[in-house]
Nanobody, 126 residues
Framework: QVQLVESGGGLVQAGGSLSVSCAAS????????MGWFRQAPGKEREFVVA????????YYADSVKGRFTISRDNAKNTVYLQMNSLKPEDTAVYYC???????????????????WGQGTQVTVSS
């Protein structure tokens, strides 16, 4: 089992940048593929990006491709999300999540991730 704690959210103007982090504790972090999801008020939780166990594979939602970058540092048990060129529609609570098994299996589906952090708010003002 793994415990996840996000940090780094906040308020930023449109066009700005923000970085959020997710620190993991518990069983070996490198066993897990990691994902970032987000949920805006009144909307379903949506997939943002995922990264495999060693960082060699990533998968981005079209809505963030070219603007967001995921990375991980297994020595620090941390996954990062760098968000650039932020838009008001990026406003949401951002969650990190972990899953074992094949990276390519239901990577975009929240139900494939058994472990979740508590979320961090990202607000982009226009």
């Amino acid at each position: 089992q793994v415990q996840l704690v996000e940090s780094g959210g906040g308020l930023v103007q449109a066009g700005g940048s923000l970085s959020v982090s997710c620190a993991a504790s518990g069983r070996s972090f490198s066993m897990y593929a990691m994902g970032w999801f987000r949920q805006a008020p009144g909307k379903e939780r949506e997939f943002v990006v995922a990264i495999n166990w060693d960082g060699s594979n990533t998968y981005y939602a079209d809505s963030v491709k070219g603007r967001f970058t995921i990375s991980r540092d297994n020595a620090k048990n941390t996954v990062y999300l760098q968000m650039n060129s932020l838009k008001p529609e990026d406003t949401a609570v951002y969650y990190c999540a972990a899953k074992s098994g094949s990276f390519y299996s239901s990577t975009h589906s929240p139900t494939a991730y058994p472990y979740w952090g508590q979320g961090t708010q990202v607000t982009v003002s226009s």
